[in-house]
């Protein structure tokens, strides 16, 4: 199984990026499909998952409302629209996916085993 981030750069405060994850090596049908990010000296948080077979999707407080998650079942890939972007949001950004809902909300930093599968991060940069 292989989740390929990317998409991230530098972007000024009110800009916008959209990140992408590229998934193969299994079907994740039955699979939900995350977004966590790391910023520098901060632990890796939560940012938004989605039910890759039903659509249904969930977003963190700190994002909702500017943020959203998708996912392009033909392209085997997800999404994450970032829109009026702060310098708060400069991190890592790494997608994830897990058999449980739970895996992903519930996740604790480094507790990195509980995530069925990670992607690599890509750099997002937020100037002001």
């Known amino acids: 199984v292989q989740l390929q981030a990317s998409g991230g750069g530098v972007v000024q405060a009110g800009g916008s990026l959209r990140l992408s994850c590229a998934a193969s090596?299994?079907?994740?049908?039955?699979?939900?499909m995350g977004w966590f990010r790391q910023a520098p000296g901060k632990e890796r948080e939560f940012v938004a998952l989605i039910s890759w077979g039903i659509g249904s999707t969930y977003h963190a407080d700190s994002v909702k409302g500017r943020f959203t998650i998708s996912r392009d079942n033909a392209k085997n890939t997800l999404y994450l629209q970032m829109n009026s972007l702060k310098p708060e949001d400069t991190a890592i950004y790494y997608c994830?996916?897990?058999?449980?809902?739970?895996?992903?909300?519930?996740?604790?930093?480094?507790?990195?085993?509980?995530?069925?599968?990670w992607g690599g991060g890509t750099q997002v940069t937020v100037s002001s």
């Open positions: 090596g299994r079907a994740f049908s039955s699979y939900f």
């Open positions: 994830a996916a897990d058999s449980q809902r739970s895996h992903l909300l519930q996740f604790t930093n480094g507790r990195y085993n509980s995530i069925d599968y």
